[in-house]
């Protein structure tokens, strides 16, 4: 196999046992340092010139991409990307290094990075509560898991408050905001539905105590003449039906969070009118 196609298969690094089990013949690796299409060091890490620093640094303490460094690899959202990447290894291996959040396994699978599960069962017990939830809304709604697999594996240390963290997933939950939001309105005491269908309406995002509707706009939000049209149509529709309305931005979810849940909770305090 030529190396420089099973590098790209392993996103970039390897290291010299696994390319030689992936048909990659020692000559030929040779021959690709040579060449500069492959460079190496003297621990028998092997990479490509544009090779991820984070998998790059995994290939090195030969272990594997793992946690919220998995997730967004599998195109599942963070809501934040990780200062240093996390780094699965061989519980009996010794890795010290200050670049990484080092995961201690007793099985890695294949690959450099994890498979989806594992490093969701590593995310639910290593992030705080609305990072991890965020992520496994995410990974449930895109089907890339099922919560009832995540909780049959989740045994020893931690696994109450993990338990207790996957309590508090949606898989019906459209985006970060939402989900963002969703937590922290239930943190203050609300009944929160989301993704509720309304008829002649349509659906929308979020539906407090039954009648209060929070909608959230986020990056993608577009206001041209039609959608602002279609809009206002929506709230009419809503108004018609008994429904209020609350529409809130990304910067008033992710940058001024008390001041919306503020709102929201004074609105429905107020109760139905």
């Not at 965020?134 to 993990?162: I, K, N, Y």
């Not at 279609?230 to 309305?245: E, I, M, P």
């Not at 919306?260 to 609105?267: I, K, L, N, R």
Request: proline share 4%; net charge positive; with cysteine.
């Amino acid at each position: 196999m030529d190396p420089v196609a099973a590098l790209v298969a392993s996103l970039g690094a390897s290291w010299w046992s696994t390319l030689m089990a992936a048909g990659v013949s020692d000559g030929e690796l040779r021959g690709a340092v040579r060449r500069g299409t492959v460079r190496t060091d003297k621990d028998g890490t092997y990479w490509l010139p544009e090779a991820d620093p984070d998998v790059l640094l995994a290939a090195r303490l030969r272990g594997r991409l793992t946690c919220c460094s998995a997730a967004t690899r599998y195109g599942i959202d963070v809501l934040s990307r990780p200062l240093k990447p996390h780094i699965a290894v061989p519980r009996n291996r010794p890795s010290r290094t200050d670049e990484a959040v080092i995961h201690r396994a007793d099985t890695l699978g294949r690959g450099i990075v994890v498979p989806v599960l594992g490093a969701l069962l590593t995310l639910v017990r290593c992030l705080p509560t609305v990072e991890a939830v965020v992520a496994l809304d995410c990974a449930v709604r895109q089907r890339q898991v099922r919560l009832s697999a995540v909780r049959s594996r989740l045994q020893g240390p931690g696994s109450v408050e993990a338990r207790r963290r996957l309590d508090l997933v949606d898989g019906r939950s459209g985006s970060v905001i939402e989900s963002v939001l969703r937590l922290a309105l239930r943190q203050a005491g609300l009944r929160v539905d989301c993704q509720v269908l309304i008829a002649g309406v349509g659906r929308v995002d979020l539906v407090i105590g039954g009648w209060l509707v929070i909608e959230v706009d986020g990056f993608a939000y577009h206001s041209e003449r039609a959608q602002y049209r279609a809009d206002r149509a929506r709230s009419n529709a809503l108004a018609v039906r008994g429904y209020a309305l609350l529409r809130f931005t990304y910067e008033d979810v992710m940058h001024r969070l008390p001041e919306t849940v503020a709102t929201v909770v004074e609105v429905h305090g107020r109760g139905r009118v």
